[in-house]
């Protein structure tokens, strides 16, 4: 069974910086597309950030691409997302999500391409 499991939400103010984690107990760790997803209250889960084995990476936007990293680390199977200049829009509950895809395979920014979920973490950006 592929289980994500976030960790490294919490509280902080506004212009600070979280790293999000994601452990997933599976091998090989080389097929999963990894991709962050995040829901805040009252609205839709969307699309915050994808990486693939090969370590290509796709952002919602290019601005959340200014704050925002993701990264991996396959000897791990872990998945960080590092977010710096927080702002209060981006409190929410973020979500870790594996697709198998195969290694090289393009990110998908669909909820629905993605099949493994993580239970959350939430972040809360205070002003």
């Known amino acids: 069974q592929v289980q994500p499991v976030e960790s490294g939400g919490g509280l902080v103010q506004a212009g600070g910086s979280l790293r999000l984690s994601c452990k997933v107990s599976?091998?090989?760790?080389?097929?999963?597309?990894m991709g962050w997803f995040r829901q805040a209250p009252g609205k839709e889960r969307e699309f915050v950030a994808g990486?693939?084995?090969?370590?290509?990476?796709?952002y919602s936007t290019d601005s959340l691409k200014d704050r925002f990293t993701i990264s991996r680390d396959n000897t791990r199977t872990t998945v960080y997302l590092q977010m710096n200049s927080l702002t209060p829009e981006d409190t929410a509950v973020y979500y870790c999500?594996?697709?198998?895809?195969?290694?090289?395979?393009?990110?998908?920014?669909?909820?629905?391409?993605?099949?493994?979920w993580g239970q959350g973490t939430q972040v809360t950006v205070s002003s």
């Open positions: 990486i693939n084995w090969s370590h290509q990476t796709a």
């Open positions: 999500a594996a697709a198998y895809l195969g290694g090289f395979a393009q990110v998908p920014r669909r909820r629905e391409e993605y099949k493994y």
């Open positions: 599976v091998r090989p760790f080389d097929n999963y597309v």
